[in-house]
């Protein structure tokens, strides 16, 4: 489990979004619970270690993100685009993933317990050592990617 302890402090949405516009990409050990970046364009962002629980990214570009180790429980990441993102180590526990995009993603010991990935495109994804137990994958799409060890 993720320990809270060592992460920086919070951030809001706002102050998030103007340092990206500014040209900042990492975020490293933020606290962002119940943050709400729907529809926002993160495209190459770094929020390795941090804390999403909750978040609201519905919509939200997260092309080429990187999200290791990152502890997006019950977010909501319906419709988000997170193609290329590297997410070894990601707890997405009882997230909302319908319809996203996850092709050609690094999903190497990344948790998907309870998750919803209905619809999800995981075309190329690599995934090996990933937990999908309890996960709704109804109609999610698998293909041409690489499946090792997979829990669930």
Same mark, same amino acid.
């Given at each position: 489990?993720?320990?809270?302890s060592r992460h920086k402090r919070n951030m809001s949405a706002e102050e998030l979004l103007q340092r990206y516009k500014k040209g900042?990409? *990492?975020?490293?050990? $933020?606290?962002? @619970?119940?943050? #709400? %970046? @729907? +529809?926002? #364009?993160? *495209? +190459?962002? #770094?929020?390795t270690d941090s804390i999403l629980a909750d978040a609201d990214l !519905?919509?939200?570009? $997260?092309?080429g993100?990187? %999200?290791?180790?990152? #502890? %997006? !429980? !019950?977010?909501n990441l319906s419709e988000a685009n997170l193609s290329d993102? *590297?997410?070894? +180590?990601?707890?997405?526990h009882s997230a909302i993933l319908v319809n996203a995009d996850l092709r050609n993603s690094e999903l190497g010991s990344t948790s998907f317990e309870c998750a919803n990935l209905m619809l999800a495109n995981l075309k190329?994804?690599?995934?090996?050592?990933?937990?999908? &137990?309890?996960a709704d994958l109804l109609g999610a799409t698998f &293909? !041409? +990617?690489s499946i090792e060890r997979v829990f669930g």
């Open positions: 489990m993720l320990n809270s900042w990409l *990492e975020f490293k050990k $933020l606290k962002l @619970h119940a943050i #709400d %970046l @729907h +529809g926002a #364009d993160l *495209e +190459g962002i #770094d929020l !519905r919509k939200a570009n $997260l092309q993100a990187k %999200l290791t180790f990152t #502890d %997006l !429980r !019950r977010a993102a *590297e997410m070894t +180590g990601a707890y997405f190329n994804a690599k995934v090996k050592f990933a937990n999908f &137990s309890c &293909s !041409r +990617g």
